[in-house]
């Protein structure tokens, strides 16, 4: 949940562009909630030998089960409320390598963990009730203050301490699922479960699509019972590589709508989504989203990213019609997506292979599968528009490379600006087989041409012109190429 929009990037830049030591991202806590909190620390001391007082702070956490000891009272951030009046603790850092090993040299307390023993949660063993000794940074936290003599810090100046702590919905940064859901409870609990971690997600993902334009059902409609028996309202999963920045995400999919109980899945990074309904499921996947894998000198394979070896998919003006996920169907646990697809739309890309639709309507189950090195592009077919004709191209003898890509520009206050850029490239068959046989012809006429330009004379080739029986074969081919698909 954490890399969820600008979370961790706030956090990471935040630290670094102030030369921080430590820093917590935070949320809002519910009263009484089994975890720790953060609090700014104020500690006061006095020279022995001239009497001067020193104050020292710093940002801290304590964790749940010794907040008593510290004088802590766990109240309500307004009367009546369930919400704590200390942040929580979440466990998401920023950590300044330098700085942490400045203060733990600097004072052996930081050098050790803190510890205590927890028992919250007993534990038995023989017949001896016991707990659980757990380790904590507040230790490392405490030696990392900024100092004032002789009056209290200003608060002012609280912004200038080494370590700092962030603010933002808790959904946006941590969802746990910590524990099985008691079927048998009444009311349900969804706190900290799988069932309430993935509302959180699709509760995230409401308000993505909201900057998105694209219309949707309420996550959740009805009460907590409705949600369990029936499932949220839609289902709209996505690769985090499409943005992460939700400002970069919206750009990449604009407009359209996902019908109330629909799914759309997209696992891939390059896409555009333009005026896209879906009313069923939508499944979008690259196997290599980020670029290719390769074997390194010792063997290992590693991922190497790089935009133009990344599957891509152009969805514009495009509807998908189908059956979609039978919600009621044995064996369903919605959070792990263990469902049973009465219909769906699958795409698959492989390799660097594109996918574009354009102006089609997608109706009943259908599956796509693009190798790599070509493009599919579905369009309607002139004749008859409610018939989808296929074009295939082989990328490599279109001139190699991909054929459009998101191009990043940094504008003022930090805005990401994308824009699209395209090259206009044919199709060379109305079917993959079509096509390879177009390209083959293509090559063995170039082959033949370059072998006869070969065996005659200079003066011979530069009057008749390799070029003209090259273009004649392109032409011949480009005749077969329009054929509709059967």
Avoid at 58 to 74: A, K, M, P, R
Avoid at 188 to 198: E, Y
Avoid at 356 to 383: C, E, H, N, S
Avoid at 408 to 425: F, I, M, N, Q, S
Wanted: aromatic share 6%.
């Amino acid at each position: 949940m954490a890399g969820t929009d600008t979370t961790i990037l706030a956090l990471a830049g935040v630290g670094a562009r102030e030369d921080k030591a430590l820093g917590f991202a935070s949320c809002e806590r519910h009263l009484g909630a089994s975890e720790g909190v953060n609090v700014l620390v104020e500690r006061r001391s006095r020279d022995e030998g001239t009497g001067d007082v020193e104050y020292s702070y710093g940002i801290s956490n304590v964790e749940y089960t010794v907040l008593e000891q510290h004088g802590i009272d766990d109240t309500p951030v307004d009367e009546g409320s369930d919400e704590s009046a200390f942040p929580a603790n979440t466990n998401v850092l920023y950590i300044g390598l330098g700085k942490i090993r400045e203060g733990l040299l600097s004072s052996p307390r930081g050098a050790f963990p803190g510890m205590l023993v927890n028992l919250s949660k007993p534990a038995m063993a023989d017949g001896t009730k016991g707990g659980r000794l757990e380790t904590s940074m507040q230790n490392i936290a405490d030696v990392l203050t900024q100092r004032s003599k002789g009056t209290p810090l200003h608060p002012s100046r609280w912004g200038d301490l080494p370590t700092f702590v962030l603010y933002t919905l808790r959904r946006r940064i941590t969802s746990s699922a910590k524990k099985k859901r008691n079927p048998d409870q009444s009311p349900p609990n969804l706190a900290q479960t799988p069932d309430g971690s993935f509302l959180d997600l699709v509760k995230n993902a409401a308000d993505l699509l909201d900057r998105c334009g694209v219309s949707h059902p309420p996550p959740q409609t009805g009460t907590v019972e409705d949600y369990l028996a029936n499932g949220p309202g839609f289902i709209f999963c996505a690769n985090p590589a499409i943005g992460p920045l939700w400002q970069v995400t919206e750009q990449k999919i604009a407009r359209g709508s996902i019908g109330e109980r629909s799914e759309v899945r997209l696992e891939i990074a390059e896409i555009e989504w333009a005026d896209v309904h879906v009313t069923g499921s939508l499944l979008v996947e690259a196997d290599s989203p980020l670029g290719a894998t390769r074997q390194t000198p010792s063997g290992a394979p590693t991922l190497v990213f790089d935009e133009n070896e990344c599957g891509r998919c152009r969805l514009r003006d495009v509807k998908i019609t189908n059956a979609g996920v039978d919600w009621h169907a044995d064996g369903t646990t919605i959070w792990s997506a263990q469902l049973t697809r009465t219909e769906c739309c699958e795409i698959r890309v492989e390799g660097d292979g594109e996918f574009d639709a354009k102006g089609v309507t997608i109706k009943g189950d259908a599956r796509y599968v693009v190798p790599a090195g070509w493009r599919l592009q579905l369009r309607p077919d002139r004749d008859d528009p409610g018939t989808i004709v296929e074009r295939w191209t082989n990328l490599a003898a279109a001139g190699g490379g991909p054929t459009w890509n998101w191009a990043y520009e940094g504008g003022a206050g930090g805005d990401v600006r994308l824009t699209l850029d395209a090259r206009r490239v044919g199709h060379h068959g109305s079917s993959m087989e079509s096509a390879k046989v177009a390209v083959a012809e293509r090559r063995a006429a170039a082959a033949a041409a370059a072998r006869e330009g070969r065996s005659q004379r200079a003066p011979l080739r530069e009057k008749n012109g390799v070029g003209g029986s090259v273009g004649k074969s392109k032409k011949a081919s480009a005749s077969r190429e329009g054929l509709p698909a059967r």
